[in-house]
């Protein structure tokens, strides 16, 4: 009779260790499905991505720029004009020099500021005479400024 009983007990052990052997494996097989699901990918709404482009543009070194042309535009340099195009990372300045040489030097000291990493002179042209210059040179510069 204790036989018996004994491997009655034993039976139910070794059928509960079974049993919760085979829970455990089918709750990992479970895990492993729902982590190889694809996670489905959701489109951001017009207010989300015009949220994502203000917080690049406020990434930009916006005062930087604006410093190191400050900073490059001294006497007799006459800044007529800023144009900035964010989305490309250009910015066109047009301007006025006593000379070519003078239109020259501006360009190739802007970089110097580090917000801009290249200046390139675009065009240039005898400008009109004006009270403050006489003839003068008015040119276009086309600056990159660095990725934020």
Known sequence: MVALV????????????????????????????????????REPSASERRALRARSELQRPWMKTLSAIEAATVDPIFLLSASFEPAAGTIKLEAEAPSFDHALAYTQ???????????????????PDTPLLHNGVRFTVLARWGTP
Do not use: C, F, M
Request: proline share 5%; no cysteine.
């Open 109 to 127: 000291n802007l970089p110097e500021g580090h917000a801009l990493v290249s200046a390139a002179l675009a065009s240039h042209e005898a400008a």
């Open 6 to 41: 004994s491997s009655l007990w034993l039976d139910h052990q070794w059928t509960a260790e079974r049993a919760e052997a085979e829970r455990l494996l089918q709750a990992e097989l479970e895990a492993q499905r729902v982590a190889q699901r694809p996670v489905p990918v």
